[in-house]
């Protein structure tokens, strides 16, 4: 029979006549022929000796090598040798990288890789140096990419040590917690840990590894500690961290790092982001991962739904919340804080100022269930809530309650703006102010002739007490703005394009702007209200993604769908779903995903309740350490909100 691997399997005509032809399958014959000659010793022409082990080879294979072709072509004396002895190698590494020279396959395994490596550098066999990088590649994890780093920098492997670098800055949390990271440099330390990219998910993690860091040599490393605090970002540690660091010998020998340390500590319970942002990094340090971010939403009272298959079952009125919860963006998680104080859970008010909330008004029961033997007439009752010490206290009561009002806090006065009052259950324009210092309610001021409307929002910017309203006949945002120290208010107005004047504008202060919009599409319009120049303005484009950020942050979606809905007594009701979620904004979520937001969702269906959209640094959240966490309801994915009556009387 013919030997049809003997064949041609493609040929090239050229200009002359003559034909080229080729057989691929020669190449890998000549390889197998060759190997088969080298372990039976025929036609063999030098012997190469490592650690007493004798390998017969032909000079001409090993020839291939830069490191043979170099030897070879010498006038050294192993150039025309019969037995070549190599020194500082191991013999079964030299083995391999013999049988990928004649074969072109080597097997690589966690326990000689590191020979192999050093064997094949010595050689200069650049095929095996590769197949062992991509085998440390393939094997990277938290606990040996510091020990990658460094056997790159030994054998000059640019691109393994980018790759494991990478690996230590987006697993820097763990990275901290492994022996290898103890063996860092103190410069090494500084180039990973004051790298902008810096993947860190807690900043307690990161002091935490430095501290471990100084320990394993204290003596030569406290030093350093000057050098290394401003790559810390100390404004995102807990207090109960900074306190360790606090007393850490190479602080408390450092009079400077110790006022660093301290005054960070400090500017946690009293709610100064600024003096925490001044001690974190002043030379040349890190800025907070933009990984994490310090928006906290907060969620105060309100009613749990039930579902359409547990009403049906037993129709009983929603269960109140009676507690605070707020949700980490960053790890969509919710979070208890504390219990409220007081059995009125819903349409009640919150603001912060400082580590301080401030809680007001609002009802003790929904006005689709309200108690049949007490009165569903909004609250008085006005409380505030130390979030860094866990603490509430009475404020005198509000001269009249109030529900589903806002409020915002300005130059040391609380403000009350609209809602539901005690005298009338319908939405009138009025306002309450109370003197935080005075802790007493004087008089408000004089309100201008506003209408009342559902999508109002209330700012504190500037000085200012800024009301943002839309007005859906007019395609217009109407802007009222108080200057609390002259008492004197401005107006102004602008068109807008929007298809949905109902829905809540989104709104956050910057500076002295007021940035909002109506509606969170890509490339829908952002405005700007500044209240030095009392003007607004549409934002600049460049602008609108940075803003957007911002105003995407938190805020609650209604979806209203009008149902029938069958309970034991038949149809109850035409009534209105709504489905709160709360929307998380990150501009990197866009950036990589495609998508302009994360969307978070609630532990469990909740209406009526109070909300607020704030920083971490501002409320104290580093003075606690972990907070229990809120775990999601089984029916959360098969939501039916609570049958409610179309009125907003709760909204």
Known sequence: MPNYNNRCDSKQYHEDGSCTFE????????????????????????????????????????????????????????????VITLHDIDSG??????????????????????????????LQVEGVLECCQRFIENNLCASNCVGVMHLADVYGLCDLKKTARR????????????????????????????????????????????MRWLDHELESRKTEISRILPVLCLSRVRVSM?????????????????????????????????????TGREEAGRKPSCWISDDLAIIIGGWKAVTKERYSQNPTPPVPLQSIICMDIDRDQCYHV?????????????????????MTGGRASSSLHPDPGGSNIPSKQAFRYDFATDTWKRLPDMPRGRAGHQSAVVDGKLYLVGGNTAATLFNMFSMECFDIEAEAWIQPPKVPAIIPSPNLKVIACGGKLVLIQGIKKKSRFCVHALDVKT???????????????????????????????????MYSDVYNYDVDKETPSIEEKQNTQDVKKELHIVHAVCDRRKR???????????????????????????????SGHTELILPFALFGHGFLATKKSRVGWFCRDQLATVEKEKELHDLLMYYYPSSDDDY
């Not at 391999?96 to 396959?105: A, R």
């Not at 007594?569 to 035409?574: D, S």
């Not at 209105?576 to 990150?586: A, E, F, I």
């Open 23 to 82: 057989n691929k399958n020669k190449s890998h014959d000549l390889r197998t022929e060759l190997t088969r000659q080298r372990k039976n010793g025929e036609f063999v022409d030098v012997v190469v000796e490592v650690e007493g082990r004798q390998f017969p080879c032909h000079r001409a294979v090993l020839a291939v090598t830069p490191y043979f072709q170099t030897m070879f072509s010498s006038n050294l004396a192993e150039s025309k040798a019969k």
């Open 93 to 122: 590494s030299f083995s391999k990288i013999l049988d990928f020279v004649y074969t072109g396959e080597i097997l690589i395994g966690k326990d000689d890789v590191q020979d192999i490596l050093q064997a094949a550098h010595m």
């Open 167 to 210: 690996k230590a800055m987006f697993q820097i949390s763990e990275v901290g917690r492994c022996e290898e990271f103890l063996s860092l440099s103190t410069q090494q330390l500084l180039d990973l840990l004051g790298d902008k990219e810096l993947g860190v998910e807690k900043e307690d993690d990161v002091v935490l590894s430095v």
């Open 242 to 278: 900074l306190e360790k660091l606090e007393a850490h010998p190479a602080i408390q020998e450092s009079p400077e790092c110790l006022a660093k340390v301290t005054a960070t500590k400090e500017g946690h319970f009293s709610g100064s982001p600024q003096l925490m942002a001044d």
């Open 338 to 358: 504390t219990d409220i104080p007081t059995p009125i859970v819903g349409c009640i008010s919150v603001t912060s100022a400082g580590r301080y909330l401030y």
């Open 487 to 521: 008492q004197r208010w401005t107006y102004a107005s602008r068109y807008v394009e929007a298809e949905d004047f109902d829905a809540d504008f989104r709104a956050t202060a910057v500076g002295n702007k007021v940035h909002f919009c109506v509606d969170m599409r």
């Open 564 to 594: 029938y809905v069958k309970g034991q007594k038949g149809i109850i009701n035409t009534i209105s779903r709504k489905t709160y979620k709360l929307l998380v904004g990150q501009f990197r979520s866009f950036y990589n995903y495609g």
